[in-house]
């Protein structure tokens, strides 16, 4: 406990003003320490109601303290009682506790009233008065109780009237075994011990009737004498209304005092057994302390107020009648305290009041004493005035102190407590122990102590960290006794505390440390389980806490301990149950405790189990045709049934196989069951849940039905040739359960279709199949089947068609004719047969047709395969894809039917027309030298017509990754070889060769070689020959950058090269306005920044948002500092951040007052004739790189009068611009999209790749339009048109 402050005064100058604000404040109780002087305080006494067992020592509590110690001394009866005179009385030393040693002394002699006195130089302390009695257990008065005989359905009392003892004794009813009477709503125990009946039976009949009182302090019993009862039957008592046994009349009355316990009962007799209920001023009883007991006969209410006084109604009902009884309930109350006199410690001059207010019923009488003596007999005081329950101490001085006792007394009881009052004047002190550290919860309360004890009263002021300050206003409050709460203690709140205490006679600090720590939750929450019995059950608990605090988690099982088993296993965060059992069902629930606070969760784990088999199978109900089953369904271990299956066995013709018959819902225990003739039954029951199914029940007696004509026909009834002459009838034969008699045949029946002629039919048994002979081919037959027994036939069947065997067609289709819709497609056309030649079903047509050779060729090629289509159904024409070109077909049709193919038609030949040839079947370069090579190559495999030749296309490729314009050279359809000559030393060359028939080129074989210089050897890079099919355009995809060399062989380009950085090169300059950025830049960002920063800083990164820009001025920078500067790309959707290396910008410093030649007059003239200048030499540059660029059509030439050949003009010697996966730069003679930019290949493909895609293509002039990377551009002209944006090139062409 720490020491509080009593703020029960004030200095004021005048009394009223002193009086208004002393009773508005806040009192509580004041611990003065020990080592200052004090009047004593009580601390420990004996209850006022002492009942001692005469077989112990008598001992009388009675402790206090003070300074210096108090001496005690006892009253009894009211005067003083000499403890030394009497050797079995001691006291205990340091105390004034009395201990009697009544052994062999008449316990009597010590009863009374004792009063206990502490003594010191500054006050008197009294106890009070503690009434000691003895408890007594008296015997049972001789009494003969007398045979009670009574006819059955009256009521009876028993009456026990145990002797008065003390305290009162506990009434139990028990038989001469020692067995408890069992009560219930008709039989019970009256609050008084009596027996009630309100109506005996014959089995009330009985001659130990014993009532028991168990007396609580001597642990001792007493029985009353036996009590017979015999219940007559010669002439009961018949049905009646309800009575009131007890209490009697229509209304009584009940006192209770105010805490304690009211107990109100009633007691009816009637037949039937009355049925009880209550309310209270006319209405239902609802409070939390109301409850009810022994039948609701009895209505207990705790811990009574004021407020449950009042008329309380029970009711007695049966079904003759009702009868009610009125009890008036008044509540009194002994003294209780509102508001007790608290101990005050004043400084000399100080004023303090004591008040002493109690309530109760009737109202008490308050009376003051000062040291024990009435205040009115005590020595006159003037500083002091006592107004009814007030004690007003004015202007107090040093060596006044005393104790004052109030008492307040009514009928009812008595209090009495003592206060005193402490004059001192004393330094402030923190009794708090320093450096105290309190650990909170986050969001919970923190009450940071400063218990402090001072004459005048200290004033407490709170620091936190030493420096701010604390007021009194949220989130903290400082209380009366000085403790500091914060509301909601948050991380933040954590830290040094300081509170000072002060007063007139000196200043006392202490220091307080405060930590809040997380709060321990559990994530994870353990969940429910339903789990079969014999597996596994795991509970999770994953568990956070504050990393300081040491967590213990524990594991539950309904609230108690996990059993002390092995199939138990505790985890770190979790709990497993393995092969769990029904005992292990219940809640399970994880608690995380640490030294601050807990958490915990719990679910339940509920075993469940395939049912049990349902039992007591019955049979009731029984016909022919019907039976009714009835059973006992078994536990369904905690998983209901969802159903009941119901199987049967046929004894008489399938022993031993159960067969399911129905199934019934979960909650029926009941089926009404269909049944088939001449069966010998047998039932049983499976009942499924969740888990499956149940064992089956123990079998139903056998139940044998009655044969019967059957009820049904065979099924799947079909009637099928299987030769030109027959039908073929079969059937699904009756099971011998459906057959439902003995002697089962089958009666078959047949008749030709619209033929109105007489059914044929024939008897057969144990069969499924007959078969009728000497028939047409492929007629209709009604058939039917019919069963049979030794009972009389089955119902009458149904007919059904069937048809007799199929023959081979006997025609072939005629007029065939074959049109050629191009050189792989054709379309035959036919007439159908007759459908009687056809002789079956028909299925369809079948063309089957053969290559025999290429036109171009004389002999018939024998390596053909035969290749036939299909065409279901009555069709006349169908198509024929997939020829070769330039071919002779031979075709030839035939019906068909389910039996087979018929005669083929005659043979009809067509040719099919030419078509574009395939590639080459190699390309080689050979004999390289400085300037030529010679490249061979043969044939294409299929020429798919004649050909007319070869167009071969070259384009060299230099270093600078530019492409050079493309040269055609028409070749003879003979020629296999070619020197190329002319070349440039040194220089790649892509090649693509194709042949050509009159209709058109046929797909591109490529080639790259390296001419060579010097005496170096050549290099070819290799491909797979890349075929191109298309247009006869070579394709736009170009070769990759590669290195030419001279004296060795490149590596063959077969992987594909890293895409390349985002940005090139990073360009700075300074200037007064601040420094200039520039950059290359390649990249699909859409983000773009520019970011510095001062060298050397750890401060964040500026950034300026430039975006398709490739300059930027930064402004404002810091003259004399120099900047770390980068441009950054980003893109939301792309997490890789592309990145120029870091430049080092210094920015000058502001210059002194010097002549800057930038101003200078001649200065600027001089630099604006230079720039004149430079811009009429770049007007004349871009003239005439415009027209260079274009690859103009030079004039022809007489040895190339071919109008593709286009031969590179040597004295140009212009290349177009080899797209680098960089630089990504138009093509020179190809136009700029009017965006002004060139979009970027999406994937860098190796140069395998070269002759795939046809978006490329050429101009009149041969040069190569598009992208070598093989991206088509877009809106690109020929001619001089222009669609560019705005640029310099741009501007210069337009004055051309």
Known sequence: MHPTTDRNRKWLPGFGAMLLVL???????????????????????????????????????????????????????????????????????????????????????????YQCTAHNEHGTAVSNNIVIRQSRSPLWSKERNEAITVQMGVSVVLQCRPPAGLPPPVIFWMDNNFQRLQLDKRVSQALNGDLYFSNVLQEDTRSDYICYARFPHTQTIQQKQPISVTVLNNSPQGERRPGFMMPPGPTSTKMVLRGETLELECIAEGLPTPEMSWQKDGAELSDSRTSFQNFKKT????????????????????????????????????????????????????????????????????????????????????????????????????????????NASNEFGYLMANAFVSVLAEAPRVLTPPNRVYQVITNNPALLHCSSFGSPIPTITWFKDSQTSIKNGDPYVIHENGTLEIHVAQPLDSGKYTCIATNNLGIKENHVFLEVKVSTRILKQPEYKVVQRGMSAVFECKVKHDPSLIPTMTWLKDNGELPDDERFEVDTDSLTVKHVTDEDEGTYTCIMNTTLDRDSASAMLTVVEKPDAPTDLELTDQTDRSVQLTWIPGDDHNSPTQKFLIQYEDLLHQPGLWINLTEVAGTGTTAQLKLSPFVYYSFRVLAQNLVGYSDPSQPSRQYRTNPAAPDENPSDVQGVGTESDNLVISWTPLTGFQSNGPGLEYKVLWRQKDMDGEWSSKNVANVSRFVVTGIPTFVPFEIKVQAINDYGSGPEPEALIGYSGEDMPLSAPESVQV??????????????????????????????????????????????????????????????????????????????????????????????????????????????????????????????????????????????????PVKIVTLLANETTITLSSLNSSMLYKFYLSAKTIKGSGPFITEEAFTVMDTGEFSVIKHSPAVESGKGNPPTEPPH???????????????????????????????????????????????????????????????????????????????????????????????????????????????????????????????????????????????KRNKGGKYPVKEKEDAHQDPEIQPMKEDDGTFGEYSDTEDHKPLKGSRTPSNGTVRRDESDDSLVDYGEGGDGQFNEDGSFIGQYSGKKEKDTHEGNESSEAPSPVNAMNSFV
């Open 819 to 964: 049109m050629v819709h191009n050189s792989t497609l054709a379309e035959v056309h036919w007439e159908p047969v007759s459908h009687p030649s056809v002789r079956g079903k028909l299925q369809g047509y079948k063309v089957f047709y053969q290559r025999e050779r290429g036109l171009h060729e004389t002999e018939k090629t024998t390596d053909e395969e035969e290749q036939v289509l299909t065409f279901s159904g009555n069709r006349t024409e169908g198509r024929l894809p997939g020829l070769q070109p330039y071919s002779l077909y031979i075709l030839f049709i035939r019906v068909v039917n389910s039996r087979g193919e018929g005669p083929q038609s005659p043979s009809k030949t067509f040719e099919t027309p030419e078509g574009v040839p395939g590639p080459p079947s190699f390309l080689k370069v050979l004999n390289p030298s400085l300037d030529s090579l010679t490249l061979e190559w043969g044939p294409p495999m299929n020429n798919n017509g004649r050909l007319a030749g070869f167009t071969l296309k070259y384009q060299p490729v230099n270093t600078t990754n530019e492409l050079g």
């Open 299 to 406: 209505l207990k209410i705790s811990d009574v107020n004021e407020a449950d006084g009042g008329d309380y109604r029970c009711t007695a009902a049966n079904n003759l009648g009702t009868v009610h009884h009125i009890i008036k309930v008044t509540v009194k109350a002994a003294p209780f305290w509102v508001s007790a006199p608290r101990n005050l410690v004043l400084a000399p001059n100080e004023t303090g009041i004591l008040t002493c207010r109690v309530s109760g019923e009737p109202k008490p009488k308050i009376s003051w004493f000062v040291n024990g003596v009435p205040i009115e007999n005590a020595p006159e005081d003037h500083t002091r005035k006592v107004e009814d329950d007030t004690v007003i101490l004015s202007n107090v001085q040093s060596g006044s102190s005393a104790v004052y006792q109030c």
């Open 1041 to 1183: 950058p590669t290195i030419p060399i001279t004296q060795s062989v490149p590596p063959p380009f077969h992987k594909a090269p890293p895409v390349g950085p985002a940005f090139g090169n990073v360009n700075t300059s300074v200037s007064e306005d601040g420094a200039a950025i520039s950059w290359e830049y390649f990249g699909h960002h859409k983000n773009v920044f520019v970011e510095y920063i001062v060298e050397n800083s750890k401060d964040d990164w500026e950034k300026e948002l430039v975006n398709s820009s490739h300059s930027h001025m930064i402004k404002g920078l810091k003259p004399g500092t120099s900047y770390r500067v980068r441009v950054v790309a980003r893109d939301p959707a792309d997490p890789t951040v592309h990145s120029t290396d870091e430049v080092l910008v210094t920015v000058p410093a502001v210059p002194s007052r010097q002549v800057d030649i930038a101003t200078q007059g001649w200065f600027i003239g001089l630099m604006c004739a230079i720039a004149l200048l430079i811009l009429v030499l770049l007007i004349v540059c871009f003239i």
């Open 23 to 113: 009773l508005s404040r806040v009192t509580s109780a004041l611990e003065v320490p020990l080592d200052l002087p004090q009047p004593p305080t009580i601390t420990l006494q004996s209850p006022k109601d002492y009942i001692f067992d005469p077989r112990e020592n008598i001992v009388i509590h009675c402790e206090a303290k003070g300074k210096p110690s108090p001496s005690f001394s006892w009253t009894r009866n009211g005067t003083h009682f000499d403890v030394e005179k009497d050797s079995k009385v001691l006291i205990k030393p340091g105390s004034g506790t009395l201990v009697i040693d009544i052994s062999g002394e008449k316990a009597e002699a010590y009863e009374g009233t």
